[in-house]
């Protein structure tokens, strides 16, 4: 039985729109970003603009997305009616275990691939989800989007500790947004050692190293302090965060 995810917003509202949107879009696609977060945290969390999917071969997509879309300026990028954005990352076409292996026998593998691993192995590991968007005052269901594929929250975790480190110091913002769900997920998600446990040694290695290093180790964790407190609603819980890391990675 596929879970139901409530979320509250106002009529013609982005939360509205977005789920309006997502009903429309070819199953295959599987969501992650600021929708898939707030999907898998529960509301409230940030404000989410943009709808952001992971596809293997886009190629095949492409067509029915550009014919829903007001333009499609190239790359798996599609503005919709309403001024809303939809980017799609089309991921390798290798399976992840082939894909970890081939990184492997290429040498050390660089960040950058292995956030293409991270991107690889959420595509593969995302559940279904029925989201259902209603209004935050008197509970009018408005839109829904049934049996959508949601990156896990070990999925969301595993790409946002990939995508950091490759964040360019002339967006700061996008660092601490990134930061701010990688937090809120820890916190809300209750995940145990196995859901690290079943991704490849490179990727949870690295990953493990990133949660270490922003949420535990005190240098880091004063920096991401700094960037997240722009985020106020709701206020992020560093200690839990960092206790969550802990309990995660075996660290205490």
């Known amino acids: 039985m596929t879970t ?3 979320l509250s917003g106002r009529k013609g509202g982005t939360t509205h729109r977005e789920v309006e949107l997502l009903s429309s879009l070819p ?20 404000t989410t603009i943009d709808l952001d999917a992971v596809a293997r071969d886009l190629d095949s997509f492409h067509p029915l997305l550009a014919h829903l879309a007001v333009t499609s300026a190239g790359g798996g990028q599609y503005r919709f009616e309403g001024d809303l954005d939809l980017d799609v990352i089309d991921i390798a076409p ?22 293409v691993l991270a991107h690889t192995w959420a595509h593969d590991t995302a559940t279904p989800l029925d989201i259902v968007a209603v209004d935050e005052q008197d509970g009018t269901r408005l839109a829904s989007a049934k049996d959508r594929l949601v990156a896990s929250p070990a999925g969301l975790i595993a790409m946002k500790a990939m995508t950091v480190p490759l964040r360019a110091s002339s967006r700061p ?16 998600s209750h995940l145990d050692p196995s859901d690290l446990e079943s991704m490849p040694e490179i990727l949870r290695s690295a990953v493990v190293a990133n949660l270490l290093q922003w949420f535990v180790d ?19 819980d560093l200690d839990a965060a960092s206790d969550a890391v802990e309990d995660l990675t075996h660290s205490r």
Do not use: Q, W
């Open 218 to 236: 005190d240098r880091g964790r004063d920096r991401t302090y700094r960037d997240v407190r722009r985020f106020d609603e709701p206020l992020l």
């Open 27 to 46: 199953a295959e696609l599987r969501l992650i970003g600021g929708l898939a977060v707030m999907c898998r945290v529960g509301s409230p969390h940030r």
């Open 173 to 188: 913002e996008k660092r601490a947004s990134d930061l701010y769900d990688l937090g809120r997920l820890l916190v809300t």
């Open 94 to 115: 290798l399976g992840v275990d082939e894909l970890s292996r081939a990184l492997i026998d290429d040498g050390e593998p660089t960040d950058l691939e292995i956030n």
């Open 4 to 6: 139901p995810v409530l």
